[in-house]
């Protein structure tokens, strides 16, 4: 495969993976016990947040926006936060390490061409 194409390509599927973002304001998952559901935040929302309290019965998560978040934990209650759309779900996590996978197989690709 000719390299200009490969690296048009290569940038093209990149674009893909990384979040839309709209102009109108932050999305972030937003319920608790399980039932979550991508929502548009408030237009003064800066961030999507993710609680987890830590019981003898299990771990409780509630997720939502934000006006403001600080990462931190305090006896049994865990909070993080982020700024990015729906940025409070696992499933983040998992689309940066595909990023990162396709990104260095790009690189190998490039390194032996």
Partial sequence: MNKSIFFIFSISIG?????????????CFVGDSGNFVSQACSADSNFCKKSDTYTNEGIK???GCSLTCENGIVGPLTTSCCSTNNCNSSTSIISSLWLMLFSLLSAIWFKFQ
């Fill in 15 to 27: 674009l893909l993976t990384f979040p839309i973002q709209r102009s109108n304001g932050l999305n």
């Fill in 61 to 63: 998560s509630t997720k």
